[in-house]
């Protein structure tokens, strides 16, 4: 029996990962980073690295209202999508689930990512 409309779960990246975010276009991701900004109005928020300095802009119209307080870490999963060109990013994070990571080791993570992709790709490679 063939499941249909279940989303995707989302692949894990880091930000500094999305530095070309359009080859993600429509896939299905999953990130981590420092709220930034938030503009409940029109519903776009802004993830930050602290340490690389890169960014993602999010749309949160499905996620609203959230508890998005400026500094904190955050989760999102959802779609890469074409942003306003006018505005000042040209991809969007469309993100459909939301939650809060204050006090999750980043290191730790970061190590946890690296040890998972080695693992599933050595799987691949036997």
Request: negative net charge.
């Amino acid at each position: 029996m063939e499941v249909r409309n279940i989303p995707s779960f989302g692949e894990p990246f880091l930000l500094q990962e999305l530095v070309e975010p359009s080859q993600w276009m429509q896939s299905s991701i999953s990130v981590l980073g420092r709220l930034d900004q938030h503009d409940t109005g029109h519903c776009r928020a802004r993830l930050v690295e602290p340490k690389s300095q890169a960014s993602l802009t999010v749309d949160t119209t499905l996620v609203e209202p959230f508890d998005a307080r400026i500094g904190s870490l955050f989760h999102f999963i959802g779609e890469m999508k074409p942003g306003d060109m006018d505005k000042e990013s040209a991809m969007v994070l469309a993100a459909r689930i939301v939650r809060s990571c204050d006090g999750l080791d980043l290191t730790m993570y970061e190590k946890a990512l690296k040890a998972q992709r080695d693992y599933l790709k050595s799987r691949e490679d036997s």
